[in-house]
């Protein structure tokens, strides 16, 4: 199976309500040999405000946000599902992809109806780059070289790492850079760390982190919370009935007979503090697991010896009221998640019926004016809320005149934050932003901060207008 190396650059942080604006990618086979790239990017969004302390990271000028010359986002998207489809099946890895530029991939595929899960479904698989540094930190020591901080401790942000390990990194944060630093850990990973790396592409499935789970009875699992790595020996207790990529483990480093005999509220409140005696691998994560037997030194459990460790399993598995009473008291202490008012948020609310997936692959391939009645068919609201929303940013031409500044309320109030408080950023919030910048801005940053001020201001100018215009029309 191919590789697929890729990386985004956003408005900021917050994938539901930002956007990529630039993505790249490349192809490996797997011996990690170049096989194409691809590099596209795109002018913002009507209803973004791109984050000031993200524009000073990447160096992103108003220009670039507005080249009309560049493809909107909606076209930009459009040519990834296409350039990824044709790749596909492949493995996607980027550095911290998981966490992150999945996140913004998979709202864009959403937002722009397609199928949002592009990358882990239809023979594809997933794996992250700086998960497999970490897991090289543990399990072969020196394969690559990790910097440390100011404060001493390793980190594994790439344009630190990347330059460690002899990469000129000197275009961080342009997205083919990243994705050719990736590269180049990747490969130094794949020659000096052999087994690391089989073992991650091997979990990059999630079938094959299923059987491994189910059929050992003792494993190890490893992670960084905080860039401090952890490993405890496990044990499986059981699957999220109301999610199967998550399953649960039972620490081991805990005695299990000890809480068999706590009350129901004193499990859960046992289940709160350290060491945490229960955890949920996501399967389709890209876990890093180990046999027992090849469990990190730190890992937790050890000194139990193996003939505890088998009989804390042991004791488990033949305690099936013992493992439920685990499960539903850690399901317990999650937060349970509140279905948001807002679309993009509403992206894992529920899966896109097959029905519904036919009908906006259909909406593509159609003229824009026969997409409006081409959406009453869907029966998701979702996609029919945001298919209107790209109608109204791709054509606006094609809408009802009175509809069309219907829609240009709604983007004015949304730019401008006018009903109270909302989760996404707004004009007033960016210039604020970007007045505490200026404060302390250093001369070589100055003039692009300043930059954006003003186009923020003229946004904000323009929204104010565009907000009494159309509401004095509608008021006609």
């Given at each position: ?20 604006l630039q993505f790249a990618a490349i192809r490996t086979d797997e011996d990690l040999k170049e096989l194409e790239r691809f ?346 809320k945001l298919g209107m929303r790209l109608i109204h940013a791709e054509m606006p031409g094609v809408l009802d005149p009175n ?74």
């Open positions: 199976m191919s590789l697929v190396f890729y990386d985004t650059e956003t408005t900021g942080l917050d994938a539901p309500f930002g956007q990529i590099e596209i990017r795109c002018r913002l969004m009507p209803h973004i405000v791109p984050a000031p302390t993200a524009m000073q990271v990447t160096g992103i000028t108003v220009a670039q946000l507005t080249d009309e010359s560049l493809p909107s986002h909606y076209q930009m998207v459009c040519a990834i599902h296409k350039k990824l489809k044709s790749w596909s099946p492949s493995n996607f890895a980027g550095f911290n992809s998981i966490d992150f530029d999945e996140h913004f991939l998979r709202q864009a595929l959403y937002q722009s109806l397609h199928h949002p899960y592009l990358t882990n479904c239809d023979g594809n698989t997933r794996a992250d780059v700086m998960r497999i540094a970490r897991a090289a930190s543990l399990f072969a020591p020196g394969a690559i070289t990790i910097p440390c901080d100011t404060e001493g401790k390793q980190t594994f942000k790439l344009a630190e790492l990347a330059p460690a390990n002899g990469f000129d990194h000197s275009d961080a944060h342009d997205a083919m850079g990243d994705v050719e630093a990736t590269l180049c850990l990747a490969t130094l990973l794949f020659e000096r760390a052999p087994e690391v790396w089989s073992t991650a592409m091997r979990f990059s499935k999630k079938a094959a982190v299923k059987d491994f789970i189910e059929s050992e009875q003792v494993f190890s699992l490893s992670d960084f919370y905080f860039g401090k790595a952890y490993s405890w020996l496990v044990t499986r207790l059981g699957v999220n009935a109301d999610n199967n990529s998550e399953h649960y483990v039972f620490n081991l480093v805990v005695d299990p007979g000890a809480l068999a005999e706590l009350s129901d509220s004193e499990l859960g409140d046992r289940l709160r503090e350290l060491p945490k005696p229960v955890r949920c691998i996501r399967i389709n994560a890209a876990p890093f697991l180990m046999a027992a037997f090849d469990a990190p030194d730190i890992a937790l459990g050890r000194e139990l010896g193996e003939a505890e460790l088998e009989r804390r399993a042991e004791l488990l598995s033949s305690d099936t009221g013992l493992r439920n009473r685990l499960i539903t008291a850690f399901e317990e202490t999650r937060d349970e998640r509140e279905t948001s008012e807002h679309v993009e948020e509403q992206i894992y609310a529920q899966f896109t019926s097959n029905e519904d997936m036919r009908l906006i692959e259909q909406f593509h391939r159609l003229p824009w004016k026969a997409r409006i009645q081409h959406l009453k068919k869907l029966e998701d609201s979702r996609l029919r509809f069309c500044m219907t829609c240009d309320v709604v983007l004015a109030k949304r730019l401008l934050g006018v009903a109270g408080e909302v989760p996404w950023l707004t004009l007033p919030a960016a210039i604020e932003e970007i007045d505490d910048l200026l404060v302390s801005a250093d001369p070589t940053t100055i003039g692009h901060l300043q930059e954006h001020h003003i186009y923020l201001a003229e946004r904000l100018r323009k929204a104010k207008y565009s907000l009494a215009d159309a509401m004095s029309r509608l008021d006609r």
